[in-house]
């Protein structure tokens, strides 16, 4: 269900390391992945509530975006941090274009960051600003079975997987994030191979990140916990094993990698953000 609603600001100050603003031109998101915690921090409760059913579409929000542009500082905005920018009303909606095309016009940095195809619309503005702009598709597993049970409605990993590609190949700048690494789910060595393979061939950063527990996902996790019962684990020793599986793959690929939220940010991160 969709729902249209007014706001008042649409650039959101985020206080992190990598990113001045955010730009989130729709609440809620369409793809429903299990683990999401964006349920848990976003402002409009039955949105939360009704995770991937019920999204809102912030119908002024070229009118606010273009008045904001004109009176903050410029700097690296964030598109999006707590839905997907490219979810299905996008093709329709077009406020995340539109919100590039003011942005990067206004001479905003840009770092997007999706699962889906739909990005690869975009390419003529992305690769007319290239300079100032980076693409960051999410890959959690390449396994489509695996993707279906955690990601219900996000677009097939083979999917992002081409849409990597041909950012790349166009001269975007790219990146993959691994996450949320989930144990007997996506830990293994031979699934992050080969996202680790996919950033090789692409010349993207890997940024990897582990499953958190937030409200609210006890419940829609619950159908991932069925099939692998150590899903939701947060055990150290098992953490500390996959950060030198993903360092080992990496080096050895050559491909630069990090954790999505490195510990020196503790103190204004992006979940204290949100």
Same mark, same amino acid.
């Given at each position: ?19 001045? /603003?955010?730009?989130?031109? /729709? ?28 999204? /809102? ?28 920018? /490219? ?188």
């Amino acid at each position: 269900m969709y729902k249209r609603i007014k706001v008042s600001n649409v650039l959101s100050k985020t206080g992190l390391y990598d990113l001045d /603003y955010a730009y989130n031109p /729709y609440a809620g998101c369409y793809h429903g992945c299990r683990y999401c915690y964006g349920r848990a921090y976003t402002r409009y409760g039955e949105v939360a509530e009704a995770w991937g059913e019920i999204i /809102y579409v912030k119908e002024n929000a070229m009118q606010i975006l273009m008045e904001e542009v004109r009176r903050v500082r410029r700097g690296v905005v964030g598109v999006s941090t707590i839905t997907d920018p /490219y979810q299905p009303i996008e093709a329709e909606e077009r406020l995340t274009r539109r919100g590039l095309e003011i942005l990067l016009g206004s001479g905003f940095e840009v770092s997007i960051q999706t699962k889906s195809p739909l990005v690869l619309r975009d390419l003529d503005i992305l690769s007319r600003h290239r300079d100032r702009v980076d693409v960051g598709i999410t890959i959690t597993t390449l396994n489509p079975t695996v993707a279906r049970l955690i990601e219900p409605r996000a677009p097939e990993p083979a999917a992002r997987a081409e849409a990597l590609k041909r950012l790349s190949m166009e001269g975007v700048n790219t990146w993959i994030f691994l996450g949320p690494i989930m144990r007997g789910v996506n830990d293994s060595p031979e699934a992050i191979e080969g996202i680790v393979a996919l950033a090789a061939e692409t010349g993207s950063r890997l940024y990897y990140d582990f499953f958190r527990m937030k409200r609210g996902l006890a419940a829609s996790m619950s159908p991932v916990k069925e099939r692998y019962p150590e899903a939701m684990s947060m055990e150290h020793g098992w953490r500390m094993r996959v950060v030198e599986i993903v360092g080992k793959l990496c080096e050895r690929e050559g491909v630069p990698y990090e954790p999505a939220f490195p510990a020196r940010e503790r103190g204004s991160s992006l979940l204290e953000y949100l």
